[in-house]
């Protein structure tokens, strides 16, 4: 018998159905990854395990642990599990550590609570365990607290407070979303380490298919409630029998078609050329002047017109900054940033006809509208670069235009945002960007936040309009499947530096620079196509 | 995921009403005094300012309800008058806190860090640290005392309260990618704070304004007790309150019915403050439920 077994769980909050019949087991020593995309209910079954559902729910089915039914423990039976033989990790390790209390406490916290141990005892047994997640004892004592550490390491001491009684369960909820590439890998393999090291099962949930694909033992794959396929890791990827799986494999590694960069003309789109930028630390005395951190070091690149550059680089290496200085949203101290020639800040001001040849995408779909405004009004808004916006009827032509080569309706610009999906948003955001069909559209992460299969439907919609409207695009992300699959030339930054730059597949298959090639070894891979096509031919 | 989607089953807005107790208490409570001091407009039970000296210190009775004070005045009718004194007073001095510290709290947020943001804000700390009071009678003991120069005192009071308001909700909006977006394109500091900012800063000023709209009432009250604030003859709760001192053996009434007239206000007001601002941060509303 399993050591979890999910059987038909059920699951309905305030009367709506959320999860249907949803059935997989978990045995100790195996990962399983459960993938699906947001609202396919991974997220819910993980809570729906830990009975830490909201209000309102109503479950039926089993949930078994060595054969006792979760479901039918109460409140009391399920706080002895949690945290002793069930462990869970989130996704955001920013918020999921109280930032007034020491690491030490906190992982005390769990060992005190369920085994009534002494003070000392319960620092003893977190101090090992934050040993056993990588957090020796010279560097990183019981009394730091979480604002000392970075994304990664309180990523760890969450996994540590998740595993310092060994629980036989795991239960990691997109544990290495918000963390890098290289982090993501080092925590990927921790968290298989612990489970060969202690025979844990872990349900590893995670929207990212190349992901749980290195990792898992076993896949079960859900949509809408509901799980459309479970199998082998070996196995799954090559057979693929429901056309759910396909899809969201196929959406993965989507490359959309683009047209060939037309043949460079001579002047640059835009050119940087040595900018840096430094920000003012808190004064560390009263006299001296403050310290200074260069976010932005002597920085030089350009685009050519029709062209499509990406910047790749890790949280903190200065792009978000970069990004800004281009806008016109920060001046930079030394250096210059031409457009067509002219420099983007003259004076302390931005002229107008320089904003006008650029526009910006941002990342979250769900922060980038005013709410209180309606969609056409939304789109209308760089107008107010122009010396003579059209008004009344080639005003509303416009919106129509902009949105329906968006793949939108006229008719959505009479709504309000929050009637639009997360990938409709980003839609409406790129038709607020072409308006004034600027030359130059900055993307700044515009698809991180996207599912898979969305994520494919925006690149092809952004090849396709730089190929109409000739667009060139300055695409900045951390995510290099993405980079990979859209961008003609690739920068690679690091500590506020250019380390690499190059065509994209070049840098890709042969990168040169030490900091490039362990970008790309920790990137995760889909298991290979190649392979997959031949079998299902 | 599905758990910070409140929008998945949304109660109607009217039901969210209902179910708040405070906010339909705070309601009716506030309701029952605007009204009295509209229909007084139109209609008392006996003229306020009146003098029926013969008819003096009365106790309730079913022709004079709330009994009469010492110059044989109707106290129902004096605090159905002395209503609208408060309602003036209190709601021109919001007005004027709401008038000058918004506009002061954006413009500080616009360009925070900047002299001006100093400026501003340390001017504020200044006005905080007088008491309103303090205030008034610096007022009064220049100009005189009248109900003009109470209104004044109270609304120089209100501004730095909606002044920090405005200036700390702002800065956090301020960080919005939309906000950016609308830099983006070019629109300067004024039409985005116009634009973008105010309109969603509305919900938090209708919620501050009614708390302060209750204190503005006590501030009124107080004034007038120490003889700061409406001039006789027009009615004046804090007035009333404290011509009964001398007489709270004799005629507690005299004292009663203002006293509970202001109580039962601000605890209106207070409530409904509270209520609404449940029911306006979404924040709020997840939790209590």
Known sequence: MSLLQIDQLNLAIHGTPILRDVSFHLDAGQIVGVIGESGSGKSMTAYSVMQLLPEGSTTTGAIRLNGDNLLDLSEEQMCALRGDELGMVFQEPMTALNPVKSIGDQVAETVRIHRKASRAESLRIARETLDRVELPADRFPLSRFPHELSGGQRQRVVIAMAIALRPKVLIADEPTTALDVTTQAQILKLLRRLVREDNMALMLISHDLAVVSDLADEIVIMKSGTVVETGSAKTLFQSMTHPYTKKLFEASSHVPDRAEAESRTAAPLLKVSHVSRDYALPRTSLFAPPPKFRAVNDVSFQIQQGESLGLVGESGCGKSTLTRAILGLEEVQEGTILIDGVPVFSGHQVRRDIRQKMQVVFQDPYGSFNPRHRVARLVCEPFHLLDRPPRGAARAEAVAEALESVGLDEADGRKYIHEFSGGQRQRIAIARALIIKPKLIVLDEAVSALDVSIRAQILDLLADLSDRFGLTYLFISHDLSVVRSITDRVLVMKAGQIVEEGRTDAVFDNPQHAYTQSLIAAAPRLPDRQEQKEVSQ | ?289
């Open chain 2, 1 to 289: 995921m599905a758990v910070s989607d409140p929008s998945l089953s949304e109660p109607g807005l009217l039901r969210q009403v209902l179910r708040s107790r405070s906010l339909i208490i705070g309601v009716v409570l506030s309701a029952l005094f605007i009204g009295a001091a509209l229909v007084s407009y139109v209609w008392t039970p006996f003229d306020a300012e009146t003098m029926n000296i013969p008819n003096k210190l009365k106790p309730p009775n079913l022709v004079h309800w709330f009994g009469t004070d010492h110059f044989g005045r109707d106290i129902f009718s004096m605090i159905m008058v002395g209503a609208r004194t408060s309602i003036a007073v209190a709601l021109i001095a919001v007005g004027i806190g709401m008038l000058l510290g918004v506009p002061l709290g954006l413009a500080s947020a616009a360009r925070r860090g900047s002299w001006l943001d100093e400026l501003i804000m340390r001017g504020n700390d200044l006005v905080f640290a007088f008491p309103a009071l303090l205030i008034a009678i610096m007022i009064t003991a220049v100009f005189g005392p009248s109900a003009v120069n109470a209104i004044i005192a109270i609304g120089i009071f209100n501004i730095p309260v909606f002044a920090r308001l405005t200036r700390g909700s702002a800065l956090s909006l301020w960080t919005r990618d939309y906000v950016l977006s609308a830099r983006v394109a070019g629109k300067g500091a004024l039409r985005i704070s116009v634009e973008h900012i105010l309109p969603n800063i509305t919900n938090l000023l209708i919620v501050q304004g009614t708390i302060q709209f209750s204190l503005g009432i006590l501030a009124e009250a107080g004034l007038s007790y120490v003889g700061l604030g409406a001039q006789p003859p027009i009615p004046s709760w804090g007035r009333m309150l404290a011509d009964s001192q001398t007489l709270i053996t004799l005629a507690p009434h005299m004292a009663l019915f203002p006293g509970f007239a202001i109580l039962l206000t601000v605890l209106g007001l207070n409530l409904m403050g509270d209520g609404l601002r449940d029911l306006l941060d979404p924040r709020l509303r997840n939790a209590r439920r």
